[in-house]
């Protein structure tokens, strides 16, 4: 796994899996064994033939962004960054290079390989981006008092940031039609760990609640809210997932840096990730960004959070 600090290009695309070795691939999607896949109990990833263009070398962090062709079966075309692997790919394109890769999923992450290039491309003028950025809203940082919002819950109940007043508040952004493994489903399986080991740890804090609002309120009803949190296991005494108008989650937003699409299509969705911590006052404690943090920073800062406010 790797990471999407970035502001521009960020979208998405599914969560696939698979069960067994073949010594071939092929485009439209097949099981392919990788280095790592030793033992009986490592998934297996699925592979994609794909094609595209390179936008953009982050080279900080192993990635491409490519604009890649429709992926049958798998996801519209679209401009997203692939993380690379092995990391020595990444000598072998520019801006510009027409190429193909071999794209591999597993449920919980997704990376690419086997890069050729192609050709070049002569108009390599980066696409608009229909990301929606609300700069009016203050933004905050830890120790900020983080304002009310209304939302409406995944049981169809309204619900107010200040209901949690009294409890840390892990706080984050996603949403359900969001599939690939980095973005969005990692971050709520993330969550989905974090409260398994919270309630499985003695003597861990009680006095906290999760909370995943969706920026996708057109689509994300509370009836599909609720689904989406069921295949993560959810506890609705502990988690709830959410959404609201745009007048409400446009601030909220707006007050961590998050980017994302508004009236647009999934496949066109571009965003960023952000979670956040809360202290029992209502204060913020931490900003955790992209999906570089891992289960044991968001307990460490759920219990952190709890001592402090």
């Given at each position: 796994?790797?990471?999407?600090?970035?502001?521009?290009?960020?979208?998405?695309?599914?969560?696939?899996?698979?069960?067994?070795?073949?010594?071939?691939?092929?485009?439209?999607?097949?099981n392919a064994p990788t280095a790592e896949a030793g033992s009986e109990a490592e998934e297996v990833p699925t592979t994609y033939e794909v094609k595209g263009v390179v936008?953009?070398?982050?080279?900080d962090r192993?990635?491409?962004?490519?604009?890649?062709?429709?992926i049958p079966g798998f996801m519209a075309a679209m401009t997203m960054p692939f993380d690379v692997r092995p990391t020595n790919e990444m000598s072998k394109v520019k801006p510009g290079d027409r190429i193909a890769f071999r794209m591999l999923v597993t449920t919980n992450d997704g990376w690419i390989d086997s890069i050729r290039v192609l050709g070049k491309e002569t108009n390599v003028v980066a696409d608009p981006s229909p990301v929606r950025f609300v700069s009016a809203a203050k933004a905050l940082v830890a120790g900020d008092l983080l304002l009310d919002y209304t939302l409406t819950n995944e049981l169809g109940k309204t619900i107010r940031l200040s209901d949690f007043r009294g409890k840390t508040l892990a706080l984050t952004f996603i949403f359900?039609?969001?599939p690939y493994p980095d973005f969005c489903p990692r971050i709520t399986d993330h969550f989905s760990r974090a409260l398994?080991?919270?309630n499985a740890t003695p003597g861990a804090s009680t006095n906290f609640h999760l909370l995943s609002v969706s920026f996708d309120p057109e689509h994300d009803s509370p009836e599909l809210l609720l689904a989406y949190a069921e295949r993560y296991a959810y506890d609705p005494r502990k988690w709830s997932l959410a959404t609201g108008a745009w007048d409400q989650l446009e601030p909220l937003t707006a007050h961590f840096g998050l980017i994302f699409g508004r009236d647009v299509p999934p496949e066109k969705m571009e965003h960023n990730l952000r979670t956040v911590v809360i202290r029992p006052d209502g204060k913020v404690h931490a900003i955790l960004n992209s999906n570089e943090w891992e289960v044991d920073e968001l307990v460490q800062a759920i219990e952190a959070a709890g001592k402090a406010g």
């Open positions: 796994m790797k990471r999407i600090p970035w502001l521009l290009f960020l979208p998405l695309a599914l969560l696939l899996s698979a069960c067994r070795k073949e010594e071939s691939y092929h485009a439209g999607g097949t936008r953009k070398i982050n080279a192993n990635q491409l962004v490519v604009k890649h062709e429709e359900t039609r969001c398994k080991k919270l």
